[in-house]
């Protein structure tokens, strides 16, 4: 049987957050500052453990996306997954990815992220990609996600359902923190890297 190979994304394979990145590259970094200056109180909640992830990732999507059309942040998502992560990843996990593909392994991105900026880098590198998803309606994006967030234990969750786990002989599984521990705890063979918090 095929082995598996599971990858985090933010700080495990890019060394900066792709979100924020992201938000850099369809924004520029002065409204990134000013935008997150407005939100530091809950940023800071965040940190200590006091406010929810995905309420955070919500108001941080709204405050930069709410009202754009879905076919315009899709090019710009793929323009940015193109042109931006091949230069964030680190050397290393660009190095371990390319021996999985080489030894025939299934390889899945297991993300927080949402797929708009992610999915056309997978696509390009035969990557499968299990990540968040922007709620849009009539094609302009709410703000909202439309899937769960894909954090912590959802993780597992969207393993199990987009994958038949069985039918691998053997798991590799990579993350940097402790929300990556679900999917990590399943696996055949576990790595860890430095934790860089994300959104």
Avoid at 134 to 148: P, R
Avoid at 167 to 196: F, R, T, V, W
Wanted: charged share 25%; with cysteine; glycine share 6%.
């Amino acid at each position: 049987m095929q082995p598996l190979a599971v990858f985090d994304l933010d700080g495990t394979i890019t060394r900066k957050d792709t979100f924020l990145e992201f938000i850099k590259f369809t924004h520029g970094k002065a409204r990134l500052y000013m935008n997150f200056a407005l939100i530091s109180p809950l940023v800071l909640l965040y940190f200590l453990k006091l406010y929810n992830n995905t309420k955070l990732k919500e108001l941080v999507l709204g405050l930069f996306y709410k009202g754009e059309k879905l076919d315009e942040l899709n090019r710009l998502g793929r323009n940015f997954a193109l042109k931006e992560i091949p230069r964030l990843c680190f050397p290393a996990m660009s190095e371990r990815l390319e021996w999985h593909k080489a030894e025939g392994h299934k390889i899945v991105i297991l993300t927080a992220s949402c797929s708009v900026w992610v999915k056309a880098w997978c696509d390009a590198n035969g990557y499968q990609l299990i990540a968040t998803e922007l709620e849009a309606i009539q094609g302009v994006v709410t703000g909202k996600l439309k899937t769960e967030n894909c954090y912590g234990k959802a993780k597992v969750t969207r393993l199990y359902e987009e994958l038949n786990l069985a039918q691998y002989d053997y798991k590799y599984a990579y993350g940097n923190s402790n929300s990556d521990k679900y999917y990590i705890e399943m696996a055949s063979e576990e790595k860890h890297y430095q934790p860089l918090n994300g959104l």
